[in-house]
C-alpha cells in the first residue's frame, strides 16, 4: 500500500488538495450584498404588474394625525419601443381616512388617457407623437453616464434571509437610506432632464441647506430590497421616521413615519393594455380644474414605474 500512495505524483496530490480547499471556502462564503443590489439596479424590468403603496403616519396634536394618509398605484406595466410610450393601466387612489379620491391613467404606444369619476379624457395621438419626437431629438442619457448609482443609496447594506414575494423567491437586502446622496442625485437628473429640454417644465433645485434640513428630520431612513434569482428587483421598502423641527410645525403634526412599497408581480409576463372606450377630449377635464390649453403628455407618462428618470438605472423597471 505505501508503494501505491507513492507512485503519485506530488502534484497531482497537491491539485487535490487545492482543489477541495477552494470549495470548502465557497461553501461557507455570502454573497456580496453590494455587488446583489448594483446587478439588480442595473436589470431591467421590461414588464410587470406594479402595486406601489405609499402611507403617512402623521403624530401630534391635530385631529388629522389620527387619520393616515395614504396613496396607491397599481396596474400592468409594459415597455415598448424607442419611439413609443409605454403600455400601462394604473389605478391611483389617494386616501386620508375614510375618503378616497380616485383616479386611472392609461398609455398605449401613441396614446395617452385620464379616467376622472368615470369618464375618460384623451391627449391625442397628435400631441403624443409630437412629445415623442421631441424626446427623440435628445440623446439618450444613462443614470450611469451622470454618475447616478440607486445601488449605493443604501449604506453598509446587509443579507436578512431569504423571502417570498408575489410566489417567486428572493433575497433581502437592507441598510440605511443615504437621503443626502439620494436627493443630490435627484437634483442631477432634473438638471440634465432640464439641459436637454426633456422636463415638462422649470425644475426646483433642492438646496443644500434643504438636503441638511431633510437628512436632520429624517432618523435613520432604511431601504429593503428584495431581489430575485434573475437579479430583477421584486419588492422594495423605504421606511422614513422624521420629525418635525419646533420652528416649523404648522397644523399641530410633530412627525410621523412614511412608508413607500414597491411590488412587482408576473414580471416578463404578457401585460395587456387597451384604451378606454369613448373618451371626452383632455382639455374638458383640464377645463374642471381651471386649467387651460396645454393637454400634453401627462408627467411622467413616457417613463417606466420608478419615475422620470433616463434610461439605464434608477428604480425598478426604470433602468
Same mark, same amino acid.
Given at each position: 500500500? @505505501?508503494?501505491?500512495?507513492?507512485?503519485?505524483?506530488?502534484?497531482?496530490?497537491?491539485?487535490?488538495?487545492?482543489?477541495?480547499?477552494?470549495?470548502?471556502?465557497?461553501? %461557507?462564503?455570502?454573497?456580496?450584498?453590494?455587488?446583489?443590489?448594483?446587478?439588480?439596479?442595473?436589470? +431591467?424590468?421590461?414588464?410587470?404588474?406594479?402595486?406601489?403603496?405609499?402611507?403617512?403616519?402623521?403624530? $401630534?396634536?391635530?385631529?388629522?394625525?389620527?387619520?393616515?394618509?395614504?396613496?396607491?398605484?397599481? !396596474?400592468?406595466?409594459?415597455?415598448?419601443?424607442?419611439?413609443?410610450?409605454?403600455?400601462?393601466?394604473?389605478?391611483?387612489?389617494?386616501?386620508?381616512?375614510?375618503?378616497?379620491?380616485?383616479?386611472?391613467?392609461? =398609455?398605449?404606444?401613441?396614446?395617452?388617457?385620464?379616467?376622472?369619476?368615470?369618464?375618460?379624457?384623451?391627449?391625442?395621438?397628435?400631441?403624443?407623437?409630437?412629445?415623442?419626437?421631441?424626446?427623440?431629438? /435628445?440623446?439618450?442619457?444613462?443614470?450611469?453616464?451622470?454618475?447616478?448609482?440607486?445601488? =449605493?443609496?443604501?449604506?453598509?447594506?446587509?443579507?436578512?434571509?431569504?423571502?417570498?414575494?408575489?410566489?417567486? !423567491?428572493? =433575497? /433581502?437586502?437592507?441598510?440605511?437610506?443615504?437621503?443626502?446622496?439620494?436627493?443630490?442625485?435627484?437634483?442631477?437628473?432634473?438638471?440634465?432632464?432640464?439641459?436637454?429640454?426633456?422636463?415638462? %417644465?422649470?425644475?426646483?433645485?433642492?438646496?443644500?441647506? /434643504?438636503?441638511?434640513?431633510?437628512?436632520?428630520?429624517?432618523?435613520?431612513?432604511?431601504?429593503?430590497?428584495?431581489?430575485?434569482?434573475?437579479?430583477?428587483?421584486?419588492?422594495?421598502?423605504?421606511?422614513?421616521?422624521?420629525?418635525?423641527?419646533? /420652528?416649523?410645525?404648522?397644523?399641530?403634526?410633530? !412627525?410621523?413615519?412614511?412608508?413607500?412599497?414597491?411590488?412587482?408581480?408576473?414580471?416578463?409576463?404578457?401585460?395587456?393594455?387597451? +384604451?378606454?372606450?369613448? @373618451?371626452?377630449?383632455?382639455?374638458?377635464?383640464?377645463?374642471?380644474? $381651471?386649467?387651460?390649453?396645454?393637454?400634453?403628455?401627462? @408627467?411622467?407618462?413616457?417613463?417606466?414605474?420608478? $419615475? %422620470?428618470?433616463?434610461? !439605464?438605472?434608477?428604480?425598478?423597471?426604470?433602468?
Amino acid at each position: 500500500m @505505501p508503494t501505491r500512495i507513492a507512485a503519485i505524483p506530488r502534484t497531482l496530490l497537491l491539485a487535490v488538495v487545492a482543489v477541495l480547499a477552494i470549495a470548502a471556502a465557497g461553501c %461557507g462564503q455570502e454573497e456580496d450584498p453590494a455587488a446583489l443590489l448594483q446587478a439588480a439596479f442595473d436589470t +431591467p424590468i421590461e414588464s410587470a404588474t406594479t402595486t406601489v403603496t405609499a402611507r403617512a403616519n402623521l403624530r $401630534g396634536s391635530s385631529p388629522q394625525t389620527a387619520q393616515p394618509l395614504g396613496l396607491r398605484i397599481s !396596474g400592468p406595466y409594459k415597455r415598448n419601443a424607442e419611439n413609443q410610450l409605454p403600455s400601462l393601466d394604473f389605478q391611483v387612489s389617494a386616501s386620508q381616512g375614510p375618503g378616497a379620491l380616485n383616479a386611472r391613467l392609461v =398609455t398605449v404606444p401613441d396614446n395617452a388617457f385620464v379616467v376622472f369619476q368615470n369618464t375618460a379624457y384623451e391627449v391625442g395621438r397628435q400631441r403624443v407623437a409630437q412629445g415623442l419626437r421631441q424626446g427623440q431629438q /435628445q440623446r439618450k442619457v444613462t443614470l450611469a453616464e451622470l454618475g447616478v448609482k440607486p445601488a =449605493t443609496w443604501v449604506v453598509d447594506p446587509q443579507m436578512r434571509g431569504e423571502s417570498d414575494v408575489a410566489g417567486e !423567491g428572493t =433575497t /433581502q437586502v437592507s441598510g440605511r437610506l443615504d437621503l443626502a446622496r439620494m436627493l443630490r442625485d435627484v437634483n442631477r437628473v432634473q438638471q440634465e432632464q432640464a439641459r436637454r429640454g426633456i422636463s415638462p %417644465g422649470p425644475q426646483q433645485e433642492i438646496t443644500e441647506q /434643504q438636503i441638511a434640513e431633510v437628512v436632520r428630520a429624517v432618523q435613520q431612513p432604511t431601504m429593503d430590497v428584495f431581489v430575485a434569482g434573475d437579479d430583477t428587483i421584486r419588492r422594495l421598502v423605504v421606511n422614513a421616521p422624521f420629525t418635525v423641527p419646533p /420652528q416649523q410645525r404648522q397644523a399641530g403634526i410633530d !412627525g410621523g413615519t412614511v412608508n413607500v412599497t414597491t411590488e412587482l408581480a408576473d414580471v416578463g409576463g404578457d401585460q395587456e393594455v387597451k +384604451p378606454p372606450p369613448n @373618451p371626452r377630449p383632455i382639455e374638458e377635464l383640464l377645463a374642471q380644474f $381651471g386649467l387651460g390649453g396645454g393637454g400634453g403628455l401627462p @408627467p411622467g407618462a413616457g417613463a417606466p414605474p420608478g $419615475g %422620470g428618470a433616463p434610461r !439605464g438605472g434608477g428604480a425598478p423597471g426604470g433602468r
